[in-house]
């Protein structure tokens, strides 16, 4: 790092210090609501982060600072010594979160992937600082209409304002740095849309996921935003909307996932066709179909049983494939994704053969498991190959790792799905690494 980066980190540090001390005495003199404190460090700070891409010419800086602010914060919030002094300031509000280290990684990655861009850093970094505050303390003071999202409640209310917050915020960036050609009826379709996807976002997250989520999806979206023609924009727009809708439509039916999961099934969904197109929402979309319509369900589930947490761990590999593709754009990427949702689909399937009492032989149930899933994936896969010298290596690859989740899931899986969340981390973990394998035929390593 070179001189004046150091004393920026030095600088940024010695500010968020200063700041909870500060904070720390309101809150002794005054005794604000928690909320109201840990909230006006977020927006303190988040400000500040706004001001990196003149403040800082290298990433490793940004980084450095992230992670020196990260373990800091950490520190006060987690360490009995100072959990009860200036540790209130973030340890204040009595629910589990990891929101100041999802906010730091995120000002780090955001700030990478932007090359030092102001708009596709700024703008998603200030949908954070002010929608994901005031969305809190509106849904606190106003919140009348309640969701559950996982471990907690969240208000429409709440993700109301973090629509409005985060559209204005879009306005206002694109005024600040207009792209060039970009109208202004394109620019609305633009903040309209990232309006929508922050208050979905809002209303999934959990434990502070938010901090992470809505920036990394806030650049995502905005960089793809930026390459689309008003007709692009606007049937993004329907298929939002049309999507959004449907999980509405939902919610009165008898369903396993909770109504955070269900819409941030939606949101993926809507991020595979947005960044990828047709051909990268289809294997989610079938995924949905077979799983809620098709799969027999010979036992009774519970109600409402499964949140975010379970949705995230099936699609958090496709995810990585679709974010590696967007970076990128090589096609490769392609089959490993494919076979994310195929192997999703048969461990899905196996979890319900082996709760409705296990088969004599785990040959059977195997094959059983994965026939389906891996007769759908033939099609797309021979096509990618197109016949080529990779058909077969692909195929077999693609096979092998199916087989690989089946039997990691046949071995762990102790009686029926549940929503622990380690078995589901565990299941996400098998089906990344065979999509590795995968991504290793289809690219002739």
Known sequence: MSGPDTAGVVGVFALLVTLVVVLRQWQ????PPPEVVRKSLHVAMGVTTLSFPWLFKSVWAVVAVSALSALFITAIERLPRW???VGQVVAGVQRRSWGTVFFAMAV????AMSGGDSLLYCVPMAMLTFGDSLAALVGRRFGMVKFQTGESAKSWEGAGAMFAVTFLVVVVGLLLWPPPGMN???????????????????????RGLDNLFLPLLGYLFLKTYLDLEATGLLLRLVV???????????????????????IGAALFLYVAFAVGGWQWFLPPLALLLLYARFIPFEYEVEKNKYSFEVVLAVVGPGLVWLLLYRA?????FFPP??????????????????????????GAALAKASLVPAGLMLAPLIWLARGGDRLGLLLGAALAALLLACLAVWW???????SREWDWTCRSSWVLIGSALVYAASAGF
Do not use: C
């Open 108 to 111: 780090a990655l955001v700030f």
């Open 412 to 418: 762990r899986q102790d009686g029926g799905p549940e």
């Open 240 to 262: 939002l909307v049309v999507l959004l809708f449907f999980t509405v439509r939902q919610r009165s039916q008898q369903f396993v996932l909770r109504d955070n999961a269900r």
């Open 337 to 362: 994704y494919l076979y994310a949702f195929t192997a999703s689909l048969a461990v899905i399937w196996l979890a319900r053969i082996k709760h409705n009492g296990r088969p004599r032989g785990a």
């Open 28 to 31: 002794m003199r005054r005794a």
């Open 184 to 206: 202004w009826t394109q620019k609305l379709l633009a903040a309209l849309m990232l309006g929508l996807v922050g208050m979905v976002v809002e209303a999934v997250s959990w």
């Open 83 to 85: 959990r009860d002094s």
């Open 328 to 332: 990128w754009k090589l096609e490769e």
